[in-house]
């Protein structure tokens, strides 16, 4: 354990950045598998309100510094192919 208290402080705002960053990845894994989820039903209105949900999301979360622009936009990307080959 750490023992100065510059390095105690950075155990915690480790822990409370790593907790950040963890809800944000669940958030958008939800809302990605619901996506999934419209797809396979084939609702397409409703998959393209999820995938401006998710974009939204995934925006944000890069913004915040969840996820790297590249990863942010290859994942949406990839999700766009989706809904328009089915569409």
Same mark, same amino acid.
């Given at each position: 354990?750490?023992?100065?208290?510059?390095?105690?402080?950075?155990?915690?705002?480790?822990?409370?950045?790593?907790? $950040?960053?963890?809800?944000?990845?669940? #958030?958008?894994? &939800?809302? %990605?598998?619901?996506?999934? $989820?419209?797809? #396979?039903?084939?609702? %397409?209105?409703?998959?393209?309100?999820?995938?401006?949900?998710?974009?939204?999301?995934?925006?944000?979360?890069?913004?915040?510094?969840?996820?790297?622009? #590249?990863?942010?936009?290859?994942?949406? &990307?990839?999700?766009?192919?989706?809904?328009?080959?089915?569409?």
């Amino acid at each position: 354990m750490a023992n100065i208290k510059s390095a105690k402080k950075r155990v915690l705002v480790t822990q409370t950045k790593t907790a $950040l960053n963890r809800s944000r990845k669940t #958030e958008v894994k &939800g809302l %990605i598998k619901k996506f999934e $989820l419209a797809l #396979e039903a084939e609702n %397409i209105e409703e998959a393209k309100a999820l995938l401006r949900d998710v974009e939204s999301t995934m925006d944000k979360a890069t913004s915040k510094g969840t996820f790297k622009k #590249e990863t942010t936009s290859r994942k949406v &990307g990839r999700l766009h192919r989706r809904l328009n080959t089915l569409s």
